[in-house]
Protein backbone atom coordinates (compact mmCIF):
# COMPACT_ATOMS: atom_id res chain seq x y z
CA UNK A 1 0.00 0.00 0.00
CA UNK A 2 1.46 3.42 -1.00
CA UNK A 3 0.18 6.24 1.70
CA UNK A 4 2.53 8.68 0.03
CA UNK A 5 0.88 8.73 -3.61
CA UNK A 6 -1.88 11.50 -4.42
CA UNK A 7 -3.94 12.26 -7.04
CA UNK A 8 -4.78 15.75 -8.24
CA UNK A 9 -8.06 15.84 -9.71
CA UNK A 10 -9.03 18.85 -11.68
CA UNK A 11 -13.08 18.62 -12.43
CA UNK A 12 -16.23 20.24 -11.82
CA UNK A 13 -16.13 20.02 -7.90
CA UNK A 14 -13.65 19.86 -4.90
CA UNK A 15 -12.48 21.10 -2.06
CA UNK A 16 -10.51 24.21 -4.16
CA UNK A 17 -12.09 26.34 -6.31
CA UNK A 18 -9.63 27.25 -9.26
CA UNK A 19 -9.44 31.30 -10.18
CA UNK A 20 -7.21 30.96 -12.81
CA UNK A 21 -4.80 28.68 -14.77
CA UNK A 22 -1.82 30.35 -16.53
CA UNK A 23 0.13 28.07 -18.90
CA UNK A 24 3.98 29.61 -18.05
CA UNK A 25 5.64 27.32 -20.81
CA UNK A 26 4.95 24.33 -22.26
CA UNK A 27 1.77 22.51 -23.25
CA UNK A 28 -1.53 23.99 -21.36
CA UNK A 29 -3.62 21.61 -19.31
CA UNK A 30 -7.54 22.03 -20.11
CA UNK A 31 -9.57 24.39 -17.74
CA UNK A 32 -11.20 23.20 -15.20
CA UNK A 33 -13.28 24.46 -12.42
CA UNK A 34 -12.23 22.45 -8.69
CA UNK A 35 -9.51 20.52 -7.66
CA UNK A 36 -9.57 17.91 -5.31
CA UNK A 37 -6.51 15.75 -3.60
CA UNK A 38 -6.88 12.57 -2.69
CA UNK A 39 -5.04 9.38 -1.53
CA UNK A 40 -3.94 7.93 -4.75
CA UNK A 41 -6.44 4.28 -5.35
CA UNK A 42 -6.91 2.04 -7.84
CA UNK A 43 -10.58 2.61 -8.47
CA UNK A 44 -10.67 6.12 -7.89
CA UNK A 45 -13.94 7.69 -6.81
CA UNK A 46 -14.16 9.69 -9.92
CA UNK A 47 -11.58 10.63 -12.81
CA UNK A 48 -12.55 14.71 -13.47
CA UNK A 49 -10.86 16.17 -16.40
CA UNK A 50 -7.77 15.78 -15.57
CA UNK A 51 -5.80 13.89 -13.05
CA UNK A 52 -2.18 14.29 -12.22
CA UNK A 53 -0.17 11.73 -9.14
CA UNK A 54 2.39 12.62 -7.42
CA UNK A 55 4.29 11.01 -4.35
CA UNK A 56 6.77 12.84 -1.58
CA UNK A 57 9.55 11.16 -0.94
CA UNK A 58 12.72 11.73 0.69
CA UNK A 59 15.05 15.36 0.41
CA UNK A 60 17.25 15.16 -2.57
CA UNK A 61 19.40 18.47 -2.26
CA UNK A 62 19.03 19.77 1.37
CA UNK A 63 21.88 19.09 3.47
CA UNK A 64 21.84 18.80 7.19
CA UNK A 65 22.06 22.08 8.24
CA UNK A 66 19.23 23.19 5.50
CA UNK A 67 16.90 20.57 6.96
CA UNK A 68 17.15 21.29 9.91
CA UNK A 69 16.18 25.04 9.40
CA UNK A 70 13.42 24.16 7.53
CA UNK A 71 11.99 21.66 10.07
CA UNK A 72 12.17 24.25 12.96
CA UNK A 73 10.43 26.79 10.82
CA UNK A 74 8.31 25.20 8.60
CA UNK A 75 4.20 25.15 8.82
CA UNK A 76 2.20 22.08 7.85
CA UNK A 77 -0.41 21.62 5.00
CA UNK A 78 -3.94 22.36 6.70
CA UNK A 79 -3.65 25.41 8.38
CA UNK A 80 -7.46 27.39 8.92
CA UNK A 81 -6.02 30.66 8.08
CA UNK A 82 -4.34 28.92 4.78
CA UNK A 83 -7.45 29.93 1.98
CA UNK A 84 -5.14 30.29 -1.03
CA UNK A 85 -3.47 27.96 -2.59
CA UNK A 86 -1.28 27.22 -5.69
CA UNK A 87 -0.74 23.68 -8.10
CA UNK A 88 2.19 24.49 -10.14
CA UNK A 89 3.05 21.38 -11.86
CA UNK A 90 6.60 21.58 -13.42
CA UNK A 91 8.66 20.16 -16.24
CA UNK A 92 12.55 19.78 -15.96
CA UNK A 93 14.57 19.29 -19.36
CA UNK A 94 16.30 16.20 -20.16
CA UNK A 95 19.91 18.12 -19.45
CA UNK A 96 18.57 18.75 -15.82
CA UNK A 97 18.34 15.05 -15.32
CA UNK A 98 21.30 13.63 -17.26
CA UNK A 99 23.58 15.70 -14.63
CA UNK A 100 25.15 14.13 -11.83
CA UNK A 101 24.06 14.91 -8.41
CA UNK A 102 26.80 17.64 -7.68
CA UNK A 103 25.88 19.44 -10.93
CA UNK A 104 22.41 20.04 -10.13
CA UNK A 105 23.12 20.59 -6.41
CA UNK A 106 25.40 23.53 -7.55
CA UNK A 107 22.72 24.80 -9.62
CA UNK A 108 20.02 24.33 -7.19
CA UNK A 109 21.38 25.85 -4.32
CA UNK A 110 25.22 27.45 -4.50
CA UNK A 111 24.18 29.62 -7.78
CA UNK A 112 20.00 29.67 -7.40
CA UNK A 113 19.83 29.39 -3.43
CA UNK A 114 16.25 27.48 -3.72
CA UNK A 115 15.93 26.46 -0.05
CA UNK A 116 17.56 29.83 1.19
CA UNK A 117 14.87 31.70 -0.64
CA UNK A 118 12.01 29.54 0.97
CA UNK A 119 13.65 29.96 4.12
CA UNK A 120 12.97 33.38 3.76
CA UNK A 121 8.99 32.75 3.20
CA UNK A 122 8.36 30.06 6.19
CA UNK A 123 6.12 29.93 8.07
CA UNK A 124 3.79 31.70 6.23
CA UNK A 125 3.63 29.84 3.10
CA UNK A 126 3.24 25.66 3.73
CA UNK A 127 4.12 23.80 1.09
CA UNK A 128 4.69 20.55 -0.22
CA UNK A 129 6.68 18.98 -3.43
CA UNK A 130 5.25 15.91 -5.16
CA UNK A 131 7.44 13.78 -7.03
CA UNK A 132 6.23 12.42 -10.45
CA UNK A 133 8.89 11.94 -13.08
CA UNK A 134 9.48 8.42 -12.37
CA UNK A 135 6.11 7.33 -12.54
CA UNK A 136 5.14 8.26 -16.02
CA UNK A 137 3.80 11.57 -15.67
CA UNK A 138 3.54 14.53 -17.60
CA UNK A 139 5.19 16.56 -15.30
CA UNK A 140 8.39 16.00 -13.07
CA UNK A 141 6.80 17.45 -9.90
CA UNK A 142 3.93 19.17 -8.64
CA UNK A 143 4.61 21.73 -6.39
CA UNK A 144 1.79 22.95 -3.44
CA UNK A 145 1.65 26.27 -1.85
CA UNK A 146 -0.69 26.61 0.46
CA UNK A 147 -1.05 30.38 2.52
CA UNK A 148 -3.21 33.16 4.23
CA UNK A 149 -4.77 35.65 1.86
CA UNK A 150 -2.97 38.13 3.54
CA UNK A 151 0.30 36.93 2.08
CA UNK A 152 -0.46 36.82 -0.89
CA UNK A 153 2.01 39.08 -2.14
CA UNK A 154 4.54 37.18 0.12
CA UNK A 155 3.75 34.73 -2.13
CA UNK A 156 4.24 36.58 -5.41
CA UNK A 157 7.62 37.25 -4.52
CA UNK A 158 8.77 33.82 -3.92
CA UNK A 159 7.90 33.05 -7.06
CA UNK A 160 9.55 35.83 -8.98
CA UNK A 161 12.69 35.21 -7.11
CA UNK A 162 12.78 31.29 -7.88
CA UNK A 163 11.36 32.26 -11.63
CA UNK A 164 14.86 34.20 -12.41
CA UNK A 165 16.96 31.74 -11.29
CA UNK A 166 19.68 29.59 -13.12
CA UNK A 167 17.50 26.64 -12.05
CA UNK A 168 14.43 27.98 -13.48
CA UNK A 169 16.19 27.96 -17.26
CA UNK A 170 15.97 24.27 -16.88
CA UNK A 171 11.88 24.33 -16.68
CA UNK A 172 10.22 23.58 -20.17
CA UNK A 173 6.63 23.05 -19.21
CA UNK A 174 4.98 25.07 -16.25
CA UNK A 175 1.70 25.72 -15.24
CA UNK A 176 0.10 28.29 -12.31
CA UNK A 177 -2.62 26.95 -10.85
CA UNK A 178 -4.56 29.26 -8.24
CA UNK A 179 -6.91 28.01 -6.12
CA UNK A 180 -9.13 29.21 -3.18
CA UNK A 181 -10.89 26.98 -0.31
CA UNK A 182 -13.85 26.55 -1.36
CA UNK B 1 2.84 5.45 -20.16
CA UNK B 2 5.55 4.83 -18.20
CA UNK B 3 8.79 2.67 -20.01
CA UNK B 4 11.12 3.19 -17.00
CA UNK B 5 9.02 0.31 -14.89
CA UNK B 6 9.73 -3.05 -14.97
CA UNK B 7 8.04 -6.10 -13.08
CA UNK B 8 10.40 -9.17 -11.32
CA UNK B 9 7.86 -11.93 -11.54
CA UNK B 10 9.14 -15.10 -9.35
CA UNK B 11 7.34 -18.32 -10.94
CA UNK B 12 6.92 -21.45 -12.64
CA UNK B 13 8.46 -20.15 -15.71
CA UNK B 14 10.82 -17.28 -17.18
CA UNK B 15 13.93 -16.34 -19.04
CA UNK B 16 16.03 -16.87 -15.80
CA UNK B 17 16.09 -20.08 -13.45
CA UNK B 18 16.65 -19.54 -9.94
CA UNK B 19 19.58 -21.53 -8.18
CA UNK B 20 19.19 -20.11 -5.06
CA UNK B 21 17.73 -17.72 -2.13
CA UNK B 22 19.53 -16.43 0.66
CA UNK B 23 17.63 -14.76 3.26
CA UNK B 24 20.73 -12.05 4.51
CA UNK B 25 18.30 -10.14 6.65
CA UNK B 26 14.42 -9.33 7.45
CA UNK B 27 11.61 -11.60 6.24
CA UNK B 28 12.29 -13.64 3.46
CA UNK B 29 10.46 -14.14 -0.19
CA UNK B 30 8.61 -17.74 -0.94
CA UNK B 31 10.66 -19.95 -3.47
CA UNK B 32 10.30 -19.58 -6.69
CA UNK B 33 11.83 -21.37 -9.25
CA UNK B 34 11.73 -18.67 -12.25
CA UNK B 35 11.75 -15.06 -12.68
CA UNK B 36 10.89 -13.02 -15.32
CA UNK B 37 11.77 -9.10 -15.94
CA UNK B 38 9.01 -7.13 -18.08
CA UNK B 39 7.81 -3.72 -18.81
CA UNK B 40 5.06 -2.97 -16.14
CA UNK B 41 1.79 -3.15 -17.38
CA UNK B 42 -1.90 -2.68 -15.87
CA UNK B 43 -2.90 -6.02 -17.04
CA UNK B 44 -0.32 -8.16 -16.47
CA UNK B 45 0.06 -11.82 -18.76
CA UNK B 46 0.95 -13.53 -15.39
CA UNK B 47 0.98 -12.56 -11.48
CA UNK B 48 3.30 -15.66 -10.73
CA UNK B 49 3.96 -16.33 -7.62
CA UNK B 50 5.49 -13.00 -6.03
CA UNK B 51 6.14 -9.53 -8.14
CA UNK B 52 8.29 -6.99 -7.26
CA UNK B 53 8.01 -3.61 -9.32
CA UNK B 54 10.82 -1.26 -9.51
CA UNK B 55 11.90 1.61 -12.05
CA UNK B 56 15.04 3.06 -13.08
CA UNK B 57 16.01 6.51 -12.36
CA UNK B 58 18.55 9.66 -12.50
CA UNK B 59 21.15 9.31 -10.44
CA UNK B 60 21.48 10.36 -6.84
CA UNK B 61 24.73 10.54 -5.36
CA UNK B 62 27.38 10.30 -7.98
CA UNK B 63 28.87 13.16 -9.10
CA UNK B 64 30.47 14.43 -12.21
CA UNK B 65 33.99 12.65 -12.22
CA UNK B 66 32.28 9.69 -10.81
CA UNK B 67 29.21 9.14 -13.37
CA UNK B 68 31.75 10.00 -16.02
CA UNK B 69 34.11 7.63 -15.16
CA UNK B 70 31.58 4.77 -14.72
CA UNK B 71 29.42 6.00 -18.54
CA UNK B 72 33.05 5.35 -19.77
CA UNK B 73 33.45 1.80 -18.32
CA UNK B 74 30.10 -0.19 -17.75
CA UNK B 75 28.57 -2.35 -19.77
CA UNK B 76 24.94 -2.77 -20.91
CA UNK B 77 22.81 -5.76 -19.44
CA UNK B 78 21.89 -8.51 -21.75
CA UNK B 79 25.41 -9.37 -23.41
CA UNK B 80 25.63 -13.60 -24.60
CA UNK B 81 28.46 -14.13 -22.44
CA UNK B 82 26.42 -13.09 -19.05
CA UNK B 83 24.51 -16.09 -18.19
CA UNK B 84 24.37 -15.50 -14.29
CA UNK B 85 22.69 -12.91 -12.84
CA UNK B 86 21.42 -11.72 -8.66
CA UNK B 87 18.75 -9.84 -8.24
CA UNK B 88 19.40 -8.65 -4.61
CA UNK B 89 16.20 -6.68 -3.40
CA UNK B 90 17.08 -4.48 -0.05
CA UNK B 91 15.49 -2.19 2.50
CA UNK B 92 17.19 0.36 4.03
CA UNK B 93 15.99 1.69 7.69
CA UNK B 94 13.91 4.88 8.47
CA UNK B 95 16.91 6.25 9.85
CA UNK B 96 18.61 6.40 6.47
CA UNK B 97 16.05 7.81 4.86
CA UNK B 98 15.36 10.77 7.72
CA UNK B 99 19.11 11.81 6.64
CA UNK B 100 19.96 14.57 4.92
CA UNK B 101 21.15 14.65 0.99
CA UNK B 102 25.05 15.44 2.30
CA UNK B 103 24.61 12.76 5.40
CA UNK B 104 23.70 10.00 3.15
CA UNK B 105 26.01 10.81 0.16
CA UNK B 106 28.81 11.26 2.91
CA UNK B 107 28.12 7.32 4.50
CA UNK B 108 27.54 5.95 0.53
CA UNK B 109 30.70 7.23 -0.98
CA UNK B 110 33.33 9.19 1.56
CA UNK B 111 32.93 6.04 4.15
CA UNK B 112 31.94 3.31 1.98
CA UNK B 113 33.48 3.91 -1.35
CA UNK B 114 29.85 2.29 -3.29
CA UNK B 115 31.01 3.66 -6.37
CA UNK B 116 34.59 3.77 -6.40
CA UNK B 117 33.93 -0.28 -5.16
CA UNK B 118 31.87 -0.87 -7.75
CA UNK B 119 34.07 0.63 -10.12
CA UNK B 120 36.35 -2.06 -9.89
CA UNK B 121 34.36 -4.68 -11.08
CA UNK B 122 33.22 -2.96 -14.65
CA UNK B 123 33.20 -3.95 -17.05
CA UNK B 124 32.87 -7.56 -15.79
CA UNK B 125 29.59 -6.98 -13.73
CA UNK B 126 27.05 -5.35 -15.35
CA UNK B 127 24.83 -3.97 -13.18
CA UNK B 128 20.98 -1.74 -12.86
CA UNK B 129 19.51 -0.29 -9.92
CA UNK B 130 15.67 -0.38 -9.50
CA UNK B 131 13.56 1.96 -7.25
CA UNK B 132 10.71 0.86 -5.18
CA UNK B 133 10.83 2.55 -2.16
CA UNK B 134 8.15 5.43 -3.36
CA UNK B 135 5.63 3.62 -4.66
CA UNK B 136 4.38 1.03 -1.80
CA UNK B 137 6.94 -1.83 -2.71
CA UNK B 138 8.38 -3.84 -0.07
CA UNK B 139 12.05 -3.12 -0.73
CA UNK B 140 13.63 0.44 -1.51
CA UNK B 141 15.36 -0.77 -4.40
CA UNK B 142 15.62 -4.30 -6.36
CA UNK B 143 19.68 -4.30 -7.26
CA UNK B 144 20.49 -6.69 -9.99
CA UNK B 145 23.69 -8.00 -11.54
CA UNK B 146 24.82 -9.43 -15.09
CA UNK B 147 28.05 -11.78 -15.00
CA UNK B 148 30.17 -14.83 -17.53
CA UNK B 149 30.26 -17.73 -15.66
CA UNK B 150 34.41 -16.99 -15.08
CA UNK B 151 33.35 -13.90 -13.10
CA UNK B 152 31.72 -15.44 -10.53
CA UNK B 153 34.39 -14.63 -8.31
CA UNK B 154 34.86 -10.89 -9.16
CA UNK B 155 31.35 -10.82 -8.24
CA UNK B 156 31.67 -12.27 -4.61
CA UNK B 157 34.28 -10.09 -3.87
CA UNK B 158 32.39 -7.14 -5.17
CA UNK B 159 29.45 -7.95 -2.66
CA UNK B 160 31.85 -8.88 -0.20
CA UNK B 161 33.49 -5.77 0.06
CA UNK B 162 29.91 -3.77 -0.08
CA UNK B 163 28.51 -6.13 3.00
CA UNK B 164 30.94 -4.72 5.57
CA UNK B 165 30.42 -0.90 4.77
CA UNK B 166 28.91 1.30 6.79
CA UNK B 167 26.18 1.84 4.66
CA UNK B 168 25.21 -2.11 4.51
CA UNK B 169 24.68 -0.97 8.50
CA UNK B 170 21.19 1.03 6.91
CA UNK B 171 20.26 -2.04 5.36
CA UNK B 172 17.20 -4.00 7.26
CA UNK B 173 16.03 -6.54 4.57
CA UNK B 174 17.90 -8.13 2.13
CA UNK B 175 17.17 -11.16 -0.09
CA UNK B 176 19.84 -12.68 -2.35
CA UNK B 177 18.64 -14.25 -5.51
CA UNK B 178 20.62 -16.07 -7.81
CA UNK B 179 19.86 -17.06 -11.11
CA UNK B 180 21.31 -18.37 -14.27
CA UNK B 181 19.66 -17.94 -18.14
CA UNK B 182 17.87 -20.59 -19.40
Known amino acids: MTNNTFDFIGGENG ?3 VISINTLCGASLEPVQYLDILPNLKN ?5 IWKLTGFTSNVRYAEKEE ?3 LIAVQEDL ?3 LATCAALIPIRKKESWWTMAQDERR ?10 ETGL ?4 AIARRLYHCRDIGQPFDFLTWFEYAQE ?3 KFEELLFSLRKTEEWKYIDREIDIRLVKV
Not at 106 to 115: G, V
Not at 120 to 123: N, V
Open 15 to 17: EWK
Open 44 to 48: LPRNG
Open 67 to 69: REK
Open 78 to 80: GRS
Open 106 to 115: KIFESKSHHT
Open 120 to 123: KYLP
Open 151 to 153: DSD
